[in-house]
């Protein structure tokens, strides 16, 4: 069951974040801990960049939302750090990028631009860290620009790894899910809201939207609830988010939300082909309903890669990556890291 109460979280706040502090210290001599402003697309963004050592294959992280930046998550991945680097990049609109340029500096925000900006940062902590290529992950609504990087510029990926992948729902999977577990648990008010949007997302309008994911987040799940269990606590609990940082990352969601929505419920999938120039890889939430593994294993088994492989996080809902970290590294470890340290 979700939590119905963050006032534990925000109390205890001071004392989470010291914790969290000591616990992401880096103590060994080939390590890095930094996080700095990076020129990219033209404008100021927010890259961190932590690991063990510099010779580890590097994890750039494509951030969804829109706008939910994954920074917050350092402490949960920070057993992954001893593997892997990992790069979390606040996107144009998000988080702290938001806070440096403003609203009408992040310019133009489409998928596309997020794609060309991050093609840049990969290229940028590829040259920092001297390495040739990075694993490309994209989680959520940040699957979709990292799809268009890894079918766009594979020479610069091990591999992709989508997590929480959007995916094409000819059949409205997605929607039946919501309503059908929305019945069940007697959320009335919820049922109605999804019968009046329809299954067509193409038709929906953002304000319903919006209400739809408040709604969501309240479903009884017998796995972590992607919000109240995950971002939340999390942001709470960061040291490196002041109130005003967390301020910015609320701001960053609403913005970049109203400006890719109509793309987010339209996207052409057809512009990405079914052939990918490098492995691929989707391990799912087994319980995700938010995009369900139906609809993302029928988009798996369409696509063609040099190798590919799918698997299930067991117990998982979305964000899968954050509520069973130790059993996606195992994923990672056991089927992504040797394609990266070979290579």
């Not at 959320?187 to 304000?207: C, F, I, N």
Request: net charge positive; hydrophobic share 40%; charged share 25%.
């Amino acid at each position: 069951m979700a939590k119905t109460n963050i006032l534990p979280d925000l109390l205890m706040r001071k004392r989470n974040q010291r914790k969290n502090a000591r616990i992401l210290r880096i103590q060994a001599p080939n390590g890095i801990a930094e996080g700095s402003y990076v020129r990219i697309g033209g404008i100021d963004q927010w890259v961190t960049i932590r690991g063990e050592a510099r010779d580890n294959p590097i994890l750039l992280f494509v951030h969804g939302g829109p706008g939910s930046t994954y920074s917050i998550f350092h402490p949960i991945l920070r057993p992954w750090e001893k593997y892997f680097t990992i790069v979390h990049w606040d996107q144009r609109g998000a988080g702290k990028t938001l806070r440096r340029n403003g609203q009408n500096g992040c310019g133009t925000i489409t998928f596309d631009r997020i794609a060309e900006d991050g093609v840049e940062v990969a290229a940028h902590v590829s040259r920092k860290l001297g390495q040739d290529k990075v694993v490309l992950i994209g989680s959520s609504a940040g699957s979709l620009p990292a799809i268009l990087m890894a079918a766009r510029c594979p020479n610069l990926f091990h591999a992709y790894v989508g997590t929480d992948q959007n995916a094409p729902d000819p059949k409205h999977l997605a929607q039946n899910l919501a309503l059908e577990v929305m019945r069940a648990a007697g959320m009335e008010k919820g049922a109605r809201l999804l019968e009046r949007m329809g299954p067509d997302p193409s038709r929906w309008a953002l304000p319903d939207f919006d209400k739809r994911n408040r709604f969501m987040v309240k479903i009884p799940q017998h796995v972590p609830n992607f919000v109240m269990d995950l971002v939340l606590p999390a942001l709470l609990a960061s040291p490196d988010h002041s109130f005003r940082d967390i301020i910015d990352v609320f701001k960053g969601m609403k913005f970049s939300l109203e400006h890719l929505f109509q793309e987010l419920v339209t996207f052409n999938y057809g512009q990405l082909g079914k052939r990918f120039e490098l492995p691929f890889f989707i391990f799912q939430g087994d319980s995700d309903i938010i995009t369900p593994v139906a609809a993302v294993k029928a988009f798996f088994e369409e696509i063609e890669a040099p190798h590919k492989e799918f698997a299930l996080i067991r117990n998982a809902g979305h964000l899968a990556c954050f509520s069973r970290p130790e059993q996606f590294l195992d994923e990672l470890n056991k089927r992504v890291r040797p394609i990266a340290v070979t290579r």
